[in-house]
């Protein structure tokens, strides 16, 4: 089991110190890094989006009790992070959304659905799915439309701001890709050769992120990075699977082994497209990497321990 976690994890380290390694020798600048994190935002997330949603029937993954249990966990998880910002941390509503982002959104389908697989079969691939659907169509999105609030907060009253959020993410490609994925999915298949170019693209999305994370990190004081985001990776750790544990064990009836799931994806590091989105946005990227990085190195004891507590090892 420990060999098994370790084959899902090193490849996250890995990409992460290539990333690290090849800023330090200078190989690529910070430039470098702007130009890679573009082509993730604009092209290889996008495709990967599109491709992930366009596959996904929906029939086959639904479980409602799961899908309950996942948007309360996440909600609660994202309005408490939302406050710690307010009231905390003092933030605007764009760094509010981009921490509770970072706080909630888990790896789960990298890491998430390989580690399910491993520790409770093959059908367990279906919450991670499912998981993953969820903070892609909901959270994600909802992060980018309260970062366009808080760009747009101060403008010409309340009518310019819901059409300038809504036009801001009518344009937005991982909205697209989402959308447009979703129309496939119910209406109209793709042609093979586009469903093969946008795998071709999005099979790029992860290592280059990761890759992206690490550069970024090298340009920084390591110690600086991991002081800002010791809070959202206690929150993305230990809180936001607490919660989880709650809801699946308190509130929500479901088969155990969708209420495992539930937890484990809970207890997973923050995902790496949340560095892509604060990146481009400019929005709390230094503890956005942070957090990634922390919660990266921490979060094989933290899954160890979910796995502990629940007997599954």
């Known amino acids: ?9 090193l490849p996250v380290f890995g990409c992460i110190i290539a990333g690290y390694l090849l800023a330090r020798r200078k190989i690529i600048d910070v430039g470098g890094t702007d130009a ?3 082509f993730v935002y604009f092209a290889a997330f996008p495709a990967l989006l599109f491709n992930f949603v366009a596959r996904t029937p929906l029939e086959k993954i639904w479980n409602q009790a799961f899908l309950y249990a996942w948007l309360l966990s996440l909600g609660i998880t994202y309005l408490a992070t939302l406050a710690i910002g307010r009231f905390i941390y003092s933030d605007g509503t764009a760094g509010m959304a981009v921490r509770a982002m970072n706080c909630t959104c888990a790896n789960t389908a990298f890491m998430g659905i390989p580690l399910l ?7 367990a691939a279906l919450p991670g799915i499912l998981a993953t659907m969820v903070i892609v169509t909901v959270f994600f999105n909802l992060t980018l439309a309260l970062i366009e609030v808080g760009r747009h907060g101060d ?3 309340k009518g310019y701001l819901i059409f300038a959020v809504v036009a801001s993410l009518a344009k937005n490609p991982l909205m697209i890709a989402v959308f447009a994925g979703a129309l496939s999915s119910a209406l109209l298949p793709m042609p093979k050769a586009i469903t093969i170019l946008c795998e071709l693209l999005g099979n790029a999305a992860v290592p280059c992120s990761l890759i992206a994370v690490g550069a970024f990190i090298a340009a920084h004081k390591v110690t600086e990075m991991a002081k800002g985001s010791i809070l959202p990776t206690a929150i993305k750790l230990l809180l936001h699977p607490l ?3 709650v809801i699946v064990t308190k509130v929500v ?7 495992a ?44 321990a979910v796995l502990v507590f629940m007997r599954l090892v």
């Open 117 to 123: 697989i491993l520790v409770l079969g093959k059908e």
């Open 253 to 259: 009836v479901m088969d155990s082994m969708w209420s």
């Open 261 to 304: 799931a539930a937890v484990l994806l809970a207890a997973l590091t923050s995902a790496v497209s949340c560095f892509v989105i604060a990146k481009q946005h400019g929005v709390l990227v230094m503890e956005t990497s942070g957090t990634i990085w922390l919660s990266t190195v921490l979060s094989s004891g933290t899954v160890l």
């Open 36 to 38: 890679l994190n573009r």
């Open 155 to 157: 403008t010409r009253g």
């Open 1 to 9: 089991m420990i060999s098994g976690l370790l084959t899902v994890l």
């Open 243 to 245: 919660i989880t544990w």
